[in-house]
């Protein structure tokens, strides 16, 4: 036998002996990083896309085509639901309960409207959609007030949307100090932009958003904070208010213009 092939049959034994030592124990390639038990996938622990922790440079907003529309409720009855709006949810838990309540903070008139369901599902995204109009290129801004929620508190804009599980959404969330935008399709929701910083609980805000094409602009309290491009939703769609879990959240003063 040739020195060579006894060299090769000698190390055999030490190579079974180390694949077997082996077995069973993940190298670095091999480790898998199991989802937590309370990881609901809806992306809120992610920090933002953008990593920007401060306002953006401001720039030229996209002139508006046509007349604004505000909606104050203050001419809807209070304790009930207000007039124009179909309500749905995206993903589990309670429907969710949109109310016409009087409040001398608001910041136009003396009504707002408000989610007052506080269940605690963490997936559960209470929607008020709007019946009109429908649009695809929108300037969209409301007043929102974040009272109370121990999972969220998350006062959002929804647009673009077919229906209670496919639209966009930009959110304000005050127990998390972000601002976030995502798109939700078949109940499923991404997110692809944000921003971090101070977003304060009982006290009124202003979130808006430019959505022009496959271009978003948000801003919040006056400052634009995102800027970001998707190609998720092309088509028109109507425009609407969202919150999420036990978020107890005031609205006034939605404002909605073609672009």
């Known amino acids: 036998m040739s020195m060579s092939r006894y060299l090769a049959i000698a190390w055999l034994p030490a190579?079974?002996?180390?694949?077997?030592?082996?077995?069973?124990?993940?190298?670095?390639?091999?480790v898998v990083e199991r989802p937590r038990a309370d990881n609901d996938n809806d992306d809120d622990d992610k920090p933002s896309a953008t990593g920007k922790q401060n306002?953006?440079?401001a720039t030229t907003a996209p002139a508006t085509t046509g007349p604004a529309r505000t909606m104050s409720f203050d001419g809807d009855k209070?304790?009930?639901?207000?007039?124009?709006?179909?309500?749905?949810?995206?993903?589990?838990?309670?429907?969710?309960?949109?109310?016409?309540?009087?409040?001398?903070?608001?910041?136009?008139?003396?009504?707002?409207?408000a989610q007052i369901d506080a269940d605690a599902t963490d997936y559960r995204f209470?929607?008020?959609?709007?019946?009109?109009?429908?649009?695809a290129d929108v300037r969209l801004s409301v007043k929102c007030k974040q009272i109370a929620g121990k999972v969220d508190q998350g006062c959002g804009l929804i647009?673009?949307?077919?229906?209670?599980?496919?639209y966009y959404v930009t959110r304000a969330n005050a127990l998390e100090d972000n601002v976030r935008l995502y798109h939700v399709v078949k109940g499923t929701r991404r997110q692809f932009a944000g921003w971090d910083g101070k977003v304060k609980s009982g006290?009124?805000?202003?979130?808006?958003?430019?959505?022009?094409?496959?271009?978003?602009?948000?801003?919040?309290?006056?400052?634009?904070?995102?800027?970001?491009?998707?190609?998720t939703f092309k088509n028109a769609g109507k425009i609407g208010l969202w919150t999420k879990a036990d978020s107890i959240i005031y609205f006034d003063d939605l404002t909605v213009a073609p672009l």
Do not use: M
Request: proline share 7%; with cysteine; hydrophobic share 40%.
């Open 55 to 57: 306002p953006l440079t």
């Open 159 to 166: 647009f673009r949307a077919a229906d209670p599980d496919n």
């Open 78 to 113: 209070v304790d009930g639901a207000p007039a124009g709006f179909t309500f749905g949810r995206t993903g589990q838990g309670a429907q969710g309960k949109w109310v016409i309540r009087a409040e001398t903070s608001a910041p136009s008139g003396g009504n707002v409207l």
């Open 126 to 135: 209470p929607v008020a959609i709007a019946n009109e109009p429908v649009l």
């Open 15 to 30: 190579l079974f002996a180390c694949h077997s030592a082996n077995d069973g124990k993940p190298t670095a390639e091999r």
């Open 203 to 231: 006290v009124w805000h202003d979130l808006r958003v430019d959505a022009k094409g496959d271009h978003f602009d948000v801003y919040f309290d006056g400052q634009k904070v995102i800027d970001a491009t998707d190609q």
